[in-house]
């Protein structure tokens, strides 16, 4: 479904009875702030969905199948890589890989900020050439992203190379308050 942009997400999963991780605090904070700017899109009438979804295996396949599917079908993949979890990595070299040869797939790599290991310093070699945004937990237990923004600012800039190239009346976003 072209009108539709999956941002999908990869991180250290906790058990249910676990509150919720900063990695996917900072994921919903990010996928909160994108779609917030894209909800008031000038043009309703084409209907421009952003969606988000775990990579999580679905029933009736193998997790590896299942995996490959969700990250073919999404248009941006944010992967978490404060822990050095080994189907975090995995999922992160099947991205890798499927983004050579799609144009609108994007892999973005986030952490939280640990200053006992300052960045590149517990990161991969091979990643080490990618950008990775860094994020702290504040005072008041809310996620905050230490790239100026960077990161917000360049799956917009998919999300509006995406719908361009089927769609010449999208027009982009009007600016609305970043504050969630």
């Known amino acids: 479904m072209k009108n539709q942009f999956t941002i999908a997400s990869a991180y250290e999963w906790k058990k249910n009875d676990i509150p919720e991780s900063n ?10 702030m ?8 000038i043009d309703q009438k084409n209907n421009f969905n952003i969606n988000y979804r775990r990579l999580r295996a679905s029933a009736g396949r193998t997790m590896l199948e299942s995996i490959f599917k969700r990250i073919k079908e999404s248009q941006v993949i944010i ?3 404060s822990t050095l979890n080994r ?7 099947i991205a890798l890989a499927l983004e050579i040869d799609n144009p ?11 200053e006992n290991f ?13 950008f990775i945004s860094e994020y702290v937990l504040d005072l008041k237990g809310q ?12 799956i917009e800039s998919d999300i509006k190379e995406y719908f ?16 969630i």
Do not use: T, W
């Open 118 to 130: 300052p960045l590149p310093s517990d990161v991969p070699s091979d990643l080490q050439g990618y």
């Open 34 to 41: 994108i779609v917030n700017r894209f909800s008031h899109n």
């Open 23 to 32: 990695s996917e605090k900072a994921i919903k904070h990010i996928v909160k």
């Open 87 to 93: 189907n975090v990595f995995l999922e992160a070299g």
């Open 143 to 154: 996620i905050v992203f230490k790239d100026n923004n960077s990161l917000r600012m360049s």
């Open 79 to 81: 992967i978490d890589i």
């Open 164 to 179: 361009n190239s089927f769609c010449s009346e999208f027009y982009g976003i009007d600016e609305v308050n970043d504050e």
């Open 104 to 114: 609108y797939l994007s892999v973005y790599f986030i952490r939280e900020q640990n």
